[in-house]
């Protein structure tokens, strides 16, 4: 019989503590965006490489919230614990409530919580700057490097979005967050954010890497609307050959320029740079595939999923979060219109020299959006093919939001 | 640059309502200030460079006229008729393909170069594609 009711409160014991009992409803609901997220990044394979380990994470941290937990002390009767460790008394704080003394023992936290120090602290996001920069050619750039105004142009959204933000009673540092989406680059989006206001990290990295997913979706309607079948069809000369003696020079000068204006962006262009340098100088050739194959995949597993551990179903499932994802697309939309408005003033002033397309580029989402300008422009003219020229301010949009990124740390931060 | 953004910031701790406006302008120009600083210097740079490298490509010019010789044989120009618009160095590239695909075996000697037969249709093609390498095993290439 003893045996029986041992076996019964075992299994009572085991269901208390399972999650049918301590999950509340938000839970569930997440539980399904993240399995919808799920079947998006391995059915769609919408941003796979990042969108799965975000959807993973925000599975199970709300399957299992403790995964996420912080460090903690746990009270124990005195008597009791010396009880159960054969007699021997520890050095413990001790608290005495009615009349009872506790020890003040220390629990671990959950795993996710010591991998997320990683985004916390600011370490991850430059660290896959470092693998940006080993897969990065700035070559277009070096040679038309008019196409940094087109990378400029685009993160107008940035700033836009963050007026309406405050407008609509986001407090500055949130607006910041969320205007950064409009860069459309990841890992700037949950640095600043992550510096900022990192208890909206979930959201806003779901609609940062959403919206960079969607690209090829969001980025043709508006590039139509805003030019003319003549301006699409234009077809630029050839780029001229870039030395390696300036590819290699390009990185040194852009970290001392930046980092010397803009201290707050240097953690990411200096590691954008670095990768870079390791690249185009040739004599790292070990570090160089280091960084841009294991160090980057391991950085990108514990980046995905501990930003998507961060959205539980209290932090998620408020009102706020739909006004950020309408925001994130709106700040999306605008960086693409002015990159492209702006390349349309480059027409004009070269005297249709320039296709406007590649200024839709501008905002960074490497190198989808330059893939997408290259696609609308061939829809017009087959024989155009615009891939080179839009990387130019491609890549010039990934410095241009680290340098917008740097502006709102050093404003908001 | 930091200071002043700094200050800017501060300023507007006075009037919130217009901190939006001021964080605007300054991110406007901010980022376009040090981008066209970036645009101003890789133009400096790359003209240096260029400069340079020229300079250095007239220095070694003297020395080139004994490898011309070797690289003008190598490459069999074909008859005009057949090669209008081609540069040497795109039928020398095209030379090396042709000697790269029958392999190392056979002498190549390439008499003309014309733009493929588009009317073939693409059965044609795969059959004749399919074929080369059993025709290479027996030797009749």
């Not at chain 1, 160090?295 to 739909?322: K, P, Q």
């Not at chain 1, 994130?328 to 002015?338: I, P, V, W």
């Not at chain 2, 800017?8 to 376009?32: K, R």
Request: net charge positive; charged share 10%; proline share 6%.
């Amino acid at each position: 019989m003893g045996i029986l009711q041992g076996f019964w409160d075992s299994v009572v014991g085991l269901y208390l503590d399972s999650g049918l009992v301590s999950l509340n409803w938000r839970n569930y609901v997440m539980i399904a965006i993240a399995c919808f997220l799920l079947f998006l990044a391995i059915k769609k394979q919408y941003e796979p490489l990042l969108l799965l380990p975000i959807a993973f994470g925000m599975l199970i941290v709300n399957l299992y919230p403790p995964i996420m937990a912080a460090p903690s002390t746990e009270l124990i009767p005195v008597e009791q614990y010396i009880a159960s460790h054969g007699g021997e008394a520890a050095n413990y704080a001790v608290t005495t409530l009615e009349g009872i003394s506790y020890y003040n023992v220390p629990t671990n936290g959950g795993l996710l919580y010591y991998l997320y120090q990683g985004v916390k602290l600011g370490l991850y996001p430059p660290l896959i700057f470092l693998g940006i920069g080993c897969m990065t050619d700035f070559g277009p750039l070096i040679a038309n490097p008019k196409s940094f105004i087109l990378g400029a142009a685009a993160q107008i959204g940035i700033f836009f979005t963050f007026i309406v933000a405050s407008l609509i009673g986001f407090d500055p540092q949130a607006a910041g967050s969320i205007g950064i989406i409009g860069g459309a680059d990841g890992p700037t989006a949950i640095y600043v954010t992550s510096i900022l206001k990192p208890e909206l990290l979930g959201p806003i990295a779901v609609a940062a890497y959403s919206y960079m997913a969607l690209v090829p979706i969001i980025q043709p309607p508006i590039m139509k609307a805003l030019t003319t079948k003549k301006e699409r069809s234009v077809v630029m000369e050839q780029l001229r050959p870039v030395s390696k003696l300036e590819k290699i020079l390009f990185p040194i000068i852009v970290t001392i320029v930046c980092a010397l204006l803009l201290p707050s962006a240097a953690p990411l262009v200096g590691m954008l740079m670095l990768g870079n340098l390791f690249k185009e100088s040739g004599v790292v050739d070990r570090i160089f595939k280091t960084a841009q194959n294991e160090l980057m995949n391991i950085i990108t597993i514990f980046l995905g999923l501990t930003v998507g551990a961060t959205a539980t179903g209290d932090v998620f499932l408020r009102g706020d979060t739909l006004k950020i994802i309408g925001l994130g697309l709106a700040a999306f939309c605008l960086g693409t219109a002015f990159g492209l408005l702006f390349g349309k003033l480059m027409y004009i002033f070269t005297k249709g020299k320039v296709n406007p397309l590649i200024g839709s580029a501008g905002v960074s989402a490497v190198p989808m959006a330059a893939r997408v300008a290259n696609k609308v422009g061939q829809s017009e003219n087959p024989s155009n093919f615009l891939l080179m020229h839009a990387m130019g301010p491609n890549v010039a949009g990934v410095i241009g939001s680290a340098v917008a990124a740097g502006v709102l740390l050093s404003i908001l931060g | 640059m930091q200071n002043y953004i700094r200050l800017a910031a501060d300023a507007t701790q006075q009037a919130p309502s217009n901190q939006s406006l001021i964080i605007l302008i300054t991110g406007f120009v901010v980022v376009f200030l040090v981008l066209l600083l970036l645009i101003g210097l890789i133009k400096l740079y790359s003209g240096i460079v260029y400069a340079a490298q020229n300079k250095a490509k007239a220095k070694a010019k003297p020395a080139q006229p004994a490898l011309a010789p070797v690289a003008a044989e190598a490459v069999t120009v074909a008859p005009a008729s057949h090669n209008e618009g081609l540069d040497l160095q795109t039928v020398a590239v095209i030379t090396a393909a042709v000697e790269a695909f029958y392999g190392s075996t056979k002498k190549v000697r390439v008499t003309g170069i014309r733009p493929a037969n588009t009317a073939r249709n693409e059965w044609a093609n795969a059959g004749i594609r399919e074929n080369i390498p059993a025709m290479r095993t027996e030797g009749l290439l």
